[in-house]
């Protein structure tokens, strides 16, 4: 087989990948109409997935199909598209680190929410005063929280809102400490926001930390799986490196050391992710009358 027409068709098919999902990307669809009940209806866990990853399956799909009419590998059928939606997963960098910056944004924004409330205002003045020091990364969020309060939603249902556009544990401790001050009215909440402020700064130095040890194992698993993923690529194109994985038992020695491998960094992901804490504070989604 010519490595040259397998290079140029293999480099076709990704252009053409390439520039079908930059299509779908750009083009903006009206809501799809309503379907009778009666129709089939896709899985559920179907629609979970997100749409760019349901275009690359497909492009991978048409890839992998003439791959394998090149080449002869049938395995390619199933290797392709599963590379195309896994790989960007596997090597992107973690989240973490802006996790903790928005921590660190809510530690900042109750401290300087703290020293609003020491100079004598009210917590619903004090709240709309503090978006002028708000931090960009919660700045939204405690913007739609002014716009509630001046809309004359009650102060607790605008926190509650307010937790639930943060989405974070850490914003459920400070929206905790707010809500029982709204009820309560007392001269301690100040108090109590500069104690948590403190104690989330703490814990951001602690994540930092952590996060910087965790970060050298993912950046070995990601330049390995790049380095293997091109020299698999390399050796596929010349040479008769890879021929005795061209027979049925060696593509499916193939796809087991491939998923075997895939599985050994899929699970060192896992160990190097911080899991999500669990929220305390109910969601409230209905607008209050």
């Known amino acids: 087989m010519n490595p040259q027409l397998i290079a140029s068709t293999l480099a076709g098919t990704m252009i053409a990948g390439g520039l079908l999902l930059a299509v779908a990307g750009l083009r903006r669809r009206p809501a799809p109409p309503a379907r009778p009940s009666r129709r089939l209806r896709l899985p559920r866990w179907l629609g979970r997935i997100p749409r760019w990853q349901q275009v690359a399956a497909l492009v991978g799909f048409v890839a992998g199909m003439v791959a394998a009419a090149v080449t002869g590998w049938v395995v390619l059928v199933v290797l392709v598209p599963l590379a195309v939606v896994g790989l960007p997963g596997l090597v992107a960098s973690s989240d973490a680190g802006a996790r903790t910056a928005r921590m660190e944004a809510i530690a900042e924004w109750t401290r300087n929410l703290s020293g609003v409330l020491t ?106 799986t790049l380095i293997s993923v091109g020299t698999l690529g390399v050796l596929a194109l010349s040479g008769q490196f890879l021929a005795p994985f061209g027979s049925p038992l060696g593509q499916v020695l193939l796809a087991l050391y491939l998923a075997a491998y895939a599985g050994c960094v899929v699970w060192l992901k896992r160990l190097t992710t911080e899991p999500a804490g669990a929220r305390f504070i109910a969601t409230r989604t209905e607008v209050p009358r």
């Open 119 to 224: 100079a004598g205002q009210g917590l619903e003045q004090a709240l709309k005063a503090s978006l002028r020091s708000t931090p960009d990364a919660i700045r939204p969020e405690v913007g739609q929280l002014i716009g509630r309060l001046r809309a004359r939603w009650s102060t607790e249902a605008a926190l509650r809102g307010f937790a639930d556009d943060l989405d974070d544990p850490t914003g459920d401790l400070v929206v905790a400490a707010l809500i029982l001050g709204s009820r309560k009215r007392g001269d301690g909440l100040a108090r109590v926001l500069t104690g948590l402020a403190e104690s989330v700064a703490d814990d951001v130095k602690a994540r930092r930390q952590l996060e910087a040890d965790r970060a050298q194992p993912r950046a070995t698993a990601r330049t390995t």
